[in-house]
């Protein structure tokens, strides 16, 4: 499969058309776009524009509301509950994270929890969020049922990424990553290019391991039973019940504090997808000294990076460093869109009635093009 | 290597004098043998009676300091920064968490970093104490140096575990684990079986991997290298990065926000270890009806221990059961103690002129007896 370059300006551009088309204002279509296209200028290509055919058919389908705005429906001077009535995963969860972060600046903290909303791109957005108003922010959203929990055959838990952004010098620490041991996304890399899947990564539908990712994935599918294992694989030895209970971790923040739909309903009902999130900002003044707080994590950074490297390896690297390195790379020389996801963009663009051409001069789709269908 | 098991009277008693011997308070004393039996009746056997030669010889070295007070270094309304002045880590910890659900119960959430401890036991404990009071507790410590990070060969974190304990029904959540692959102490039982360490565990000082447990356990005695892999492996495709992430979340709660020593640079200095803490609880009533939010999750637990099993497993845990199990079984036919450990106690006794006969009659010390040294 090949991929195309487009320029940040050129997806800027059309998605902001795209958003506009589906009814969102000038300010949501805004803070939408900056979600995916964070996403794709940090490299993370799955939830970049890849993704758009999840809210194009969500929106289609009824499952994703684009009118609907988040009602808190609890709050107190540290917390909230909001309520996104199923409306766009990033507007909910940016006003969500909004809260919590004017909370974290008054109170020193803010914890916010979601139910009722939709996917919400990268958690690690809306940690970066607290992190750029100088707080510790932390992210996550549980998601259909992807991870089957320790000796189990069926997923009960989705891929529940934990993001956490931090300020510090010459970069912020930002550690975004399921609690899975992988996502479904890498799966589908794997089927796409016709190798096994790595060991300790998915169970067929009885439960044991397996190697074959078109079985999986069409298991995950017909939701015959099997998925992804949890960070620490399936059996104890290798700490399958540590990746379980992080995942936990996840779903008491999103579903459990808000009394939303865990993973192992979400994305069951006909008219919403039910997925919960949930925010921390953490004022680092509650502690002390921001700016010592500061130098004094930037300084463990640097020892890490500066630490010893294993045989053969040339570098360390602090969670971050790499999201830095692509976005320099994307802004520079463009962000990769793949065959498949224009294909997607065209019909999308045929959905809304906008002008593929206008917005992706010189590019001539597939001849045999099939929109990809596994990831909705 | 043999074992024999005492009741839960015996080592209470038995700890109850220890730690007055050692100049404690009733009180002091109470607080410290409950962390460690706590463990002992949790099945958690590495932090529980093997566990008191480390407090032992922290006394008798001068790292723990027994007379020293916690002190409250800075304070908010939903946070506390405290100094331990190299005390004993459990009550430094009990003193931090209760200060830290006070708040919980008034604000809504209550956090706290302390640094220049000492080994606080089981993070789990803290968890609970939150847990018991109704509240979603999460304890975490930072520690000597054993996990090499992703692509290095020198430990620069500890094992950092992270615990989170929430109330549910019949009994609660409760997740203790540390963001390594595995402790020190696994490695350490293998290596007395004489045992091959399984792949995924261990890397050797130039940062490859390694089944060697005598190699590998030799070389973090001398700190030569080498350590124990973040949860997830040594590679990024079993999740290395992530599980080197987690550790470094548990780094950020103990040691970044309350200035503290990190793990790269713990039990490096002659009179302290430096270790460090961090401790949260939040009041789920500060996210609507704290028993409709148990009743919610609760119901959620049920359905993870009640969705289907992989091929050849009868059960799914959900975290907490096997402690449960385990002090049922420990309080009616005793807590086993291996006799490597009854020689250390040995030892203790004779160092506070105890008598050893009086609290474990009958127990014939092995005649090839030599402490241990491993460990501490």
């Known amino acids: ?32 776009k900056d979600v995916l296209l964070t996403a794709d200028l940090y490299g993370i290509e799955s939830h970049g524009m890849q993704r758009m055919v999840r809210y194009h058919k969500g929106i289609e389908k009824g499952t994703i509301h684009p009118q609907a705005k988040p009602e808190v429906v609890f709050e107190t001077p540290i917390s909230a509950v909001i309520d996104g009535h199923n409306g766009m995963g990033q507007l909910i969860s940016h006003f969500a994270m909004e809260k919590a972060i004017e909370k974290a600046k008054t109170t020193g903290v803010g914890i916010v929890s979601v139910r009722n909303s939709n996917h919400f791109g990268i958690a690690g957005y809306y940690a970066n969020m607290a992190c750029h108003e100088g707080l510790l922010g932390m992210a ?73 990712a078109p079985d999986v994935l069409a298991n995950i599918v017909a939701k015959k039973g099997g998925g992804i294992m949890p960070l620490g694989g399936n059996e104890e030895v290798s700490g399958s019940h540590k990746g379980y209970g992080y995942g936990m971790l996840c779903e008491l923040f999103s579903s459990i504090l808000s009394m939303g739909v865990t993973s192992d309903k979400c994305c069951t009902f006909p008219d919403k997808t039910g997925i919960c999130h949930g925010f921390m900002a953490i004022n680092p003044a509650a502690f002390g000294d921001p700016d010592a707080i500061r130098k004094h994590f930037s300084e463990y950074l640097e020892a890490l990076r500066e630490s010893p490297k294993a045989d053969g390896q040339d570098r360390i690297y602090t969670h971050g460093e790499k999201e830095v390195a692509a976005e320099k790379d994307r802004k520079e020389n463009g962000i990769p869109v793949n065959d498949n996801t224009m294909v997607e963009l065209a019909d999308l663009c045929s959905y809304l009635k906008l002008d593929f051409g206008s917005y992706f001069e010189g590019y001539e789709l597939p001849k045999d093009s099939k929109f990809f269908n596994g990831n909705y």
Chains 1, 2 share one sequence.
């Open 140 to 212: 996550c959203t549980n998601s259909e049922a992807i991870m089957v929990p320790t000796f189990g055959r069926k997923a009960m838990l989705g891929s529940n990424p934990i993001a956490v952004a931090m300020p510090a010098d010459p970069y912020p620490f930002f550690f975004d990553c399921s609690t899975t041991v992988v996502t479904r996304g890498k799966l589908e890399m794997y089927n796409k290019m016709g190798k096994p899947l790595p060991d300790g990564w998915a169970l067929d539908k009885n439960g044991h391991a397996s190697n074959n």
């Open 1 to 32: 499969m090949g991929y195309v370059k487009w320029s940040y300006d050129t997806l800027n551009h059309f998605c902001g058309d795209v958003f506009k088309a589906f009814g969102f204002s000038e300010e949501e279509g805004s803070i939408i």
